[in-house]
């Protein structure tokens, strides 16, 4: 079964509003989490890494204020699309290391429709 | 700078064939080397990942191998099946706690039948 568990799978929102993706590790704990987002047929673009009870760590181009990420527990991290607009609309997928195992896990995606 | 180069983009195999897909890498810091399948609207799944210690590693029909000095690595699927068809991605990364994996852009494999 799945490691990394990444809720909802889609949502489907209006311009402006907020949407959280939740982003959960079942099997083990994890203070560091990665959120990419992904267009159609390209790769995976690291926007962030999650620290558990930090700050987390943006990349460059990645609107710090437009994505919040909280990683308030060693099993959870969020990602808040903030004032959502149709160019946000994208697939958002996190990832955990399981820090024993050495390996990373993805969840099964988040599919963002903003209107 | 693109840290991970991967190729072909697209590959048609047909049944029972051999399926390679290459990729290359630029920082010798990176010491970890996993290969991930995506099928649509899916999160990618771990395949295989090799680190540098060795130069081939066997999982089923799924062998990566790996060239240090030439910085790069490959993954082979032998009899490949329909099944197969999906999104392959190599990626890499340093072998530290907090360190992301770096993907390359992806090779999309259609198996004929």
């Known amino acids: 079964g799945a490691v990394v568990s990444q809720h909802p799978s889609r949502v489907i929102c209006k311009s402006g509003t907020s949407v959280k993706i939740e982003c959960r590790s079942l099997d083990f704990q994890a203070t560091t989490m990665f959120w990419y987002r992904q267009f159609p047929k390209q790769s995976l673009m690291l926007m962030a890494t999650?620290?558990?009870?930090?700050?987390?760590t943006y990349e460059?181009?990645?609107?710090?204020?437009?994505?919040?990420i909280n990683h308030a527990s060693l099993?959870?991290?969020?990602?808040?699309?903030?004032?959502?607009?149709?160019?946000?609309s994208s697939f958002y997928?996190?990832?955990?290391?399981d820090p024993q195992a050495n390996i990373q896990y993805f969840g099964a995606g988040t599919?963002?429709?903003v209107l | 700078q693109q840290q991970v180069k991967q190729s072909p983009q697209s590959l048609i195999v047909q049944k029972g064939g051999i399926s390679i897909i290459n990729c290359a890498y630029e920082?010798?810091?990176?010491?970890?080397?996993?290969?991930?399948?995506?099928?649509?609207?899916k999160g990618p799944a771990l395949l295989i990942a090799i680190r540098p210690d060795v130069s081939e590693k066997k999982e089923g029909r799924f062998t990566i191998s790996f060239n240090k000095s030439a910085k790069q690595f490959s993954l082979h699927i032998m009899d490949s099946q329909p099944g197969d068809s999906a999104t392959y991605f190599c990626a890499a990364s340093k072998n530290q706690a907090?360190?992301?994996?770096?993907?390359?852009?992806?090779?999309?494999?259609?198996v004929s039948s």
């Open chain 1, 50 to 56: 999650s620290n558990e009870g930090s700050k987390a």
């Open chain 1, 60 to 68: 460059q181009g990645v609107e710090k204020d437009k994505f919040l």
């Open chain 1, 75 to 88: 099993t959870l991290s969020t990602l808040t699309v903030t004032s959502a607009h149709p160019e946000d």
């Open chain 1, 93 to 97: 997928i996190c990832s955990a290391r």
């Open chain 1, 111 to 113: 599919r963002l429709s």
């Open chain 2, 27 to 41: 920082n010798t810091a990176f010491d970890y080397f996993p290969w991930y399948q995506q099928f649509p609207g």
């Open chain 2, 98 to 110: 907090g360190t992301a994996l770096i993907f390359g852009k992806g090779t999309t494999l259609s």
